[in-house]
């Protein structure tokens, strides 16, 4: 658990988290600092303004009652519990008081004018700490000092209230986003983890793991689902590639194994002309149907590795089906078969015309050998809605439902036809061909016997 | 043509193979020239003239394919074989586009390689325009598509009596399956049945069938030769 957070604090996700906190809590802290600003000074300037009012209606009084009214004004006030808060304070020229709130005139103060504030012992002397207070300083024009003011302490207290919200506010944003990017990044981290662990045990031990999903349908298990194909579809391959190479393997060591017997008996025995001959001569064959099935397989794997299709011409279906059904007459002939071609007058496809001829010719070349004896092998070439279909039928013994999948694998051949002469590579070049054309490839039951049937996409639509 | 005519130049960067090919093709009655590479077989191909140039697509120094077109360019119109342990497909049309006139994979057979040469070596050769081609007592009659043996006439179907045109035509000459296969059929693949075979083993029953002597041989492995007994 460790190791994943110490991978969740190195992740990339989690720095750019960090750079956004930064950022984002560089924004709230100026935006909070901004409101704390102006509540203070919008309190502020109230408390200032019902201050300079007062000053007002008391300088008034004492504009027009004199002396004695204004007493009477300021004793009035404070007997009010109105004005609670605010402080009012006459003096003698000499600062010896004459009405008001306060003990006696602030010391330290005396002879000051305009806005003070300060903390007046002369207010409450019985607090532990002297309030602060803020007043507005005056000389009336016989001498006399007026002092009106107000307890800030309350102000500040609301202020400071707003201040402690304010902060308490940014530091749980800053825990919150830190908390949620941890999370956010242990996630993603957790996720890609399991596929970093995947991808080491496949390194370690083959292509049988799989990413494990989480059923949440979200775009990590669907980019683990897309990965899990992947590693499928590579297994698929490699499976198939071993299995090539093992039947290669298998179908060279045949022939050169005869060949080695060969010459180890040559090497034995006196040389003789016409032994020698025949000996050369069966080795050339054999290895002549090594180097062919070579080029089997290298032709099949170019088929299917390329994108041969920008080499499309048009082509008629029907033209090829006659052709190699003439070809092979000689070939029917041989076997007592009877070769027949039925086809309609253009079927044209997009194809590649080597290609096709080599993948018809090899399915009747098959029909032809492993079907009934003195049998029938018809080809068809038919267009019915919109797309070419090609087929071969044979009235032989057909391949078992079972076995149908597998005669497309290379070198796959059927217990029944181990016999006859082939390297069982024609079915895959078939395949190969067809997928190269976007054919779709059907074995039926010709009752009795095996049909094959290619249909290609209409040359419209491709 | 003149001196040219028996002339090779073959550019082989394996040294074996090339000593093989020396071999080869000196015993068939040309004087063969080897380059190692391909700048040396620049050299040689544009100062000297030869029948044919037989190029391995890889060479050290570059691509076969890169000397051709070098070649071409200055206009040096010898023909030219490509050898290749590359596949077949689009290699082979490639090697053609970059002005290579026939394509062999390796590995291949020296026969089939010598026939194709020899037809290559022909190709710049004058082509005689001829209404009759006859070998030993077979007879056949280009305008009217009729063959006969000692004036008996063979029924042949179309396709057949261009086979065996086209191997008349080559008289002496082994001529490969698969370049039957690509100037009668106009397919370009080596078959891996033996198909060819087998229709040519009706050409000859009806050619050679009943006959005082056999005019079409098949050459194991390889292909199809057309020659009167001496």
Redesign the interface.
Known sequence: MSVLLAKTLRSSTFKWALIWITIFGAVVIALFSYVYWSTAAYVHGRSDRAIAAEQIILQKAYASTGRGGLIAAIEDRIANRRFESGIYMLAEPSFAPLAGNLKAWPSTLKGSKGWQDFAAREWKPDAANPPMLRAMFDTLPNGDHLLVGKEIDDLDEFAKKIKTALLWGVALIFVLAAVASVSVTRRTVGRIEAINATSRAIMQSGLGKRIPLRGTRDEWDQLAENLNSMLERIETLIAEVKQVSDNVAHDLRTPLARMRGRLEKACARQRNGDYDQSLIDDSMADLDAVLRMFSSLTRISQIEAGDRTSAFRTVNLSEIASEVVELFDAAAEDERAHLDAVVDQRVLVAGDRDLLFDAVANLVDNAIKHGREAGRVTVEVTQNDGSAVISVADDGPGIPINERQNVFKRFYRLEQSRRTPGNGLGLSLVAAVARLHGAGIEMMDNAPGLKFRLRFPSPARS | MGGGRRRLLVIEDDPETAEQLEDFLSTSGYQVDLAGNGSDGLSRGSSADYAVMVIDRMLPDTDGLAVIRRLREVRIVTPALIISAL????DR?RGLRAGGDDYL?K?F?FTELLARIEALARRSATVVRETVLRVGDLELDLVARTVSRRGRNIEL?P?EFQVLEYLVRNEGQVVPRAMLLQHV?D?????????ID??V??VRRKVDGQQAYPLIHTV??VGFCVRAPR
């Open positions: 596949g077949e497909i689009d049309v994979v590995p057979v179907l396709r059929w397919l370009h693949f080596d078959p891996t049945t033996n198909i087998v229709y083993g009706r194991r492995g």
